[in-house]
């Protein structure tokens, strides 16, 4: 057997393992408490949203229509399960040079109860953090919406405060 | 006369000319002679027997005549027979002449004695009836011979005399006749006897001249001659001692050449068997190469399958490339749903806990399956990379082996020129080895001539004082020689 072929073995081995693990892991709460994170690109930053201040993940494939408005960073709107949404670019929001790439994904926040639409470059995946790792900010980052830090591996994520974010447009909205 | 000719051809005209003046002679004199044999011939056998044949007749007619008188005298019957047989004597013998006589006036006489006799034999018959009658008449016999018998005999013994006296003068002029063709035959010979002798003391004192002229000239030639070939003679005694010394040297350089000749052909009998084995192994190498040839062939067949195969095998991995696809979209979609399934376990707090889990799970297994496609993907891409790396590799080995091929047939090509080539060596070296031997054996024939010259040419420096001792003698012999053809030369020469 060829070194390759006893690779692709072990993985086998290794998923299943996995799979079977996840029937014999304990309920949520003997877990310990982690924070689910989205890992995105937004320019050429790499960042994270917590799933927690996001109301859901879509490509974005219908059409995004431009209309006047006196928020520059608005998109357009487009339809998302029969509800018009507007969809802002979230690289002009946090003021990061877009990246070339059109953005294929969108970010679902639900506002009171609306829901608005933050396009990104790349949806990279999802990410568990335990909750005693994520790292508190500086004042200056603050201003960016970037209030935490986690680690990826090797890289170090800024976390996005939706919360402030949408509260920003909002007030644009209202200006 | 020719000065080309040489003296025996003069000689020989000189003796042809005179034999032919004597032929010439000798046939008037035989000429001659054979005319007065005719003449005397003639007279002898015409004219004489003519004379001898008119006196039988003389003869016969007196007899008759006789024979006549007695039967009237006597009555007797015998003379009667005589009477008869001597007038048939005179018949034949009247005949004989008629044969033999040629002349006009002979001719003439005979008939006319013919004539007579008939007339004459008349009147005989009538004189013998009368004496047959029972009284004869004597006075009347008598009356009729005198008056008419006898001047009838008288005429014809007349004309009996005359032609004896013709034939008696044409026996005479015959006889003058033969002797005048002897005194002319005699005449003629003297003559010709006279003129070869001229004609051969004309050819024998021109002869003489010329003969003296040409070889006092040739003796001349014959003493400055002899003066060049003494002073010849001793160059060539000083010639022949540098031609023994370059001979000499000659035997040594040919010794040399021998060797040579003889490693020459040892290297060309070399040549020719490395040749032959070459030939062999050119031989053995274009059955290689045909062999190699056909290898090369096959394989390149088989690389046009290998590219095929590639070329399916790759369109095949795009195809793999494309259900990659598919399966990475499904699980691009499936981690959104995932992701969607846990926001909405999350907000559904407590109570989607467990929806949450299962959600989790799904997102993990949607993230292996997107590993795991981004393996495949990246596998295809390696196998994509590889099947063209491939295809590339088997195009340029199939154009190397095209390459190969063409080169192939050129090597094999090359390979029957240099057996061709080789034969041609190999013959070219035997063709040498045989000539070189050949060469040896002459120069060791010329080896031995040069020997040999050198041995003459020894002889010949001998030979040559000799040849000058003779050179002087032959100059005093021709200064005698020409002291015996032209005294008066003496002094000059």
């Not at chain 2, 010794?255 to 050119?282: H, P």
């Amino acid at each position: 057997m060829s070194p390759a072929e006893n690779r692709l073995q072990t993985k086998v081995a290794e998923y299943k393992k996995v799979f079977d693990d996840s029937f014999a892991a304990p309920e949520q709460s003997e877990r310990m408490v982690v924070e689910q994170m989205l890992a995105i690109t937004v320019g050429s930053d790499r960042l994270a949203v917590a799933l927690r201040d996001i109301s859901g993940l879509t490509l974005a494939k219908g059409t995004i229509l431009p209309v006047p408005s006196r928020v520059p960073e608005l998109l357009g709107i487009t339809g998302i399960r029969g509800v018009v949404v507007p969809v802002f670019n979230l690289a002009a929001l946090l003021n990061i040079e877009p990246g070339a790439s059109q953005c294929r994904w969108l970010i679902l926040c639900r506002e009171r109860k609306a829901t608005i639409a933050l396009a990104v470059d790349l949806v990279e995946g999802h990410l568990e953090i335990p909750a005693d790792e994520l790292i508190a900010n500086g004042p200056a980052a603050t201003a960016n919406y970037i209030k935490q830090t986690v680690r990826d591996g090797e890289i170090l994520r800024g976390v996005i405060d939706l919360g402030s974010l949408v509260e920003k447009i909002r007030a644009k909205g209202r200006t | 006369m020719g000065r080309s000719w040489t003296f025996g051809r003069k000689l020989a005209l000189a003796f042809a000319l005179t034999a032919a003046f004597s032929i010439v002679m000798a046939a008037i004199a035989l000429y001659a002679l054979n005319r007065a044999v005719a003449s005397k011939d003639h007279v002898i056998s015409v004219n004489s027997q003519n004379l001898t044949d008119a006196a039988k007749l003389q003869a016969a007619a007196a007899r008759k005549a006789s024979a006549v008188r007695g039967y009237l005298l006597s009555g007797d019957e015998q003379f009667l027979a005589m009477e008869t047989t001597e007038h048939q004597e005179f018949l034949r013998t009247l005949a004989t002449l008629k044969e033999h006589v040629f002349t006009d006036k002979g001719k003439t006489l005979l008939a006319q004695i013919e004539r007579l006799d008939n007339e004459h034999q008349k009147l005989i018959e009538r004189a013998n009836k009368l004496r047959q009658e029972p009284s004869p008449s004597v006075e009347k016999m008598t009356q009729f011979m005198t008056h008419q018998a006898m001047p009838m005999r008288h005429e014809l013994d007349g004309s009996i005399d005359d032609f004896a006296s013709w034939e008696q003068k044409l026996l005479d002029d015959g006889r003058n006749e033969a002797s005048a063709a002897a005194s002319r035959a005699s005449t003629s010979i003297i003559v010709m006897t006279v003129l070869v002798i001229a004609f051969a003391s004309l050819i024998a004192a021109s002869l003489s001249k010329t003969l003296s002229r040409q070889i006092g000239s040739a003796v001349h030639e014959v003493q400055s001659s002899s003066a060049e070939l003494q002073t010849t003679a001793t160059q060539q005694a000083t010639g022949a001692k540098e031609q023994a010394t370059a001979l000499s040297e000659i035997t040594t350089t040919i010794s040399e050449l021998l060797a040579t000749s003889r490693q020459i052909a040892e290297s060309a009998k070399r040549v020719s068997q490395i040749s032959a084995e070459t030939g062999n192994a050119a031989a053995a190498g274009d059955k290689v190469m045909r062999s190699a040839h056909e290898s090369v062939f096959g394989i390149k067949k088989q690389v046009d399958l290998i590219v095929n195969h590639m070329l399916d095998l790759g369109r095949k991995s795009q195809q793999i490339g494309g259900i990659v696809d598919i399966i990475n979209e499904l699980t691009e979609q499936t981690n959104i749903l995932a992701i969607n399934a846990t926001i909405e376990a999350a907000g559904a707090g407590e109570n989607g806990r467990r929806f949450a889990v299962v959600a989790d799970e799904i997102r993990k297994l949607a993230d292996r399956v997107g590993g795991s496609t981004k393996d495949i993907r990246t596998l295809i891409d390696e196998i994509r990379a590889a099947v063209n790396s491939t295809v590339m590799a088997t195009e340029g080995g199939t154009k190397a082996v095209d390459a190969g091929t063409r080169e192939f047939s050129e090597v094999t090509s090359a390979l029957e020129q240099i057996n061709v080539l080789l034969s041609t060596t190999t013959d070219a070296a035997r063709e040498i080895e045989l000539s070189t031997k050949q060469q040896t054996t002459a120069v060791e024939q010329v080896k031995v001539a040069v020997s040999n010259v050198a041995q003459v040419s020894k002889e010949a420096e001998v030979s040559t004082v000799q040849a000058l001792k003779t050179a002087s003698q032959l100059a005093d012999l021709s200064r005698n020689l020409s002291l015996l053809i032209q005294p008066q030369l003496n002094g000059t020469h």
